[in-house]
């Protein structure tokens, strides 16, 4: 089993940006395809991006394609997400995915 921890969530102003990451333990991560959700307040989690074992299959979510970057070292197991432009409506706690694990999520809200 994978055991995922994220962080890098903070108060950012709109249009600017940040990196979250995700951290895995767990045998095998460079086998896993990575997925990032985020969920609002008083909304479900909704799908955000996805990376596969290699890094050559990435898609993301309409509402964050062209803002939005993902990427993975599986040498240090690791599993990012580069956010810019970022807009208020992305405020939410951002989860990562693998293996049907879920992290703890980190927090991201964006002021207007």
């Known amino acids: 089993q994978v055991q995922l921890v994220e962080s890098g969530g903070r108060l950012v102003q709109a249009g600017g940006s940040l990196r979250l990451s995700c951290a895995a333990s767990?045998?095998?991560?460079?086998?896993?395809?990575v997925r990032w959700f985020r969920q609002a307040p008083g909304k479900e989690r909704a799908f955000v991006a996805s990376i596969n074992w290699n890094g050559i299959m990435i898609y993301y979510a309409d509402s964050v394609k062209g803002r939005f970057t993902v990427s993975r070292d599986n040498a240090k197991s690791m599993v990012y997400l580069q956010m810019s432009n970022l807009k208020p409506e992305d405020t939410a706690v951002y989860y990562c995915?693998?293996?049907?694990?879920w992290g703890q999520g980190t927090q991201v809200t964006v002021s207007s």
């Open positions: 767990g045998r095998s991560f460079s086998t896993y395809r």
């Open positions: 995915e693998a293996e049907g694990s």
